[in-house]
Antibody, heavy 121, light 111 residues
């Protein structure tokens, strides 16, 4: 059974870069086509950030204005999120999840437990 | 802001039936894209509840059911229980944005 675990710094300074890792266990990262990142500001709803294919292809939420970069390391069974030029508005719990096909009708399952990232000086 | 609109809150007594709507448009649900539902218990990650409009993953009680009509999806909880108190989110795909989108979320309170 596939499990996901997020990790990374819990505190990032304004204008800095947020960097997170999602470790996939219980299965190979190439067993599913796509993997995704979702975030949730404190007390607010869910926001889709983007997704990565194990080949390296990626798609992003246009609202993040090219600040987000998702990458994958098949040898480590991990994928990553970098978010640049962060502000307090980027403070959120960040989740990684597996994307279940079919394309454009896909859903997310399972999810990692999430990691809280606070942007503050 | 989300393109899928849900009521901020719904409530019901134990044993009652409640429904949560997820209203979209012609570029997402109305375009034929599926609606999926997630349950988020306090302090935990979202959990898949309904996929493909009507399907329940293994382990999800049959008290939960989904439906879709036109530009909206709906989640029903029958025989409401205290453990159902959580936030619920719908999710679909939007062809204008070319990405997955979530609903605004609904808090279910068991009276």
């Amino acid at each position: 059974q596939v499990q996901l675990q997020e990790s990374g710094p819990g505190l990032v300074k304004p204008s800095g870069t947020l960097s997170l890792t999602c470790a996939v266990s219980g299965g190979s990262i190439i067993s599913s086509n796509w993997w995704t990142w979702v975030r949730q500001p404190p007390g607010k709803g869910l926001e889709w950030i983007g997704e990565i294919h194990h080949s390296g292809s990626s798609n992003y939420n246009p609202s993040l204005k090219s600040r987000a970069t998702i990458s994958v390391d098949k040898s480590k069974n991990q994928f990553f999120l970098k978010l640049s030029s962060v502000t307090a508005a980027d403070t959120a719990v960040y989740y990684c999840a597996m994307v279940v096909p079919p394309e454009r009708n896909n859903w997310f399952d399972p999810w990692g437990q999430g990691v809280l990232v606070t942007v503050s000086s | 802001q989300s393109v899928l609109t849900q009521p901020p809150s719904v409530s019901g007594a134990p044993g009652q039936r409640v429904t949560i709507s997820c209203t979209g448009s012609s570029s997402n649900i109305g375009a034929g894209y599926d609606v999926h539902w997630y349950q988020q218990l306090p302090g935990t990650a979202p959990k898949l509840l309904i996929y493909g409009n009507i399907n329940r993953p293994s382990g999800v009680p049959d008290r939960f059911s989904g439906s879709k009509s036109g530009t909206s999806g709906s989640l029903a909880i029958a025989g409401l229980q205290a453990e159902d108190e959580a936030d619920y989110y719908c999710q679909s795909y939007d062809s204008t944005l070319s990405n997955s989108v979530f609903g605004t979320g609904t808090k279910v309170t068991v009276l």
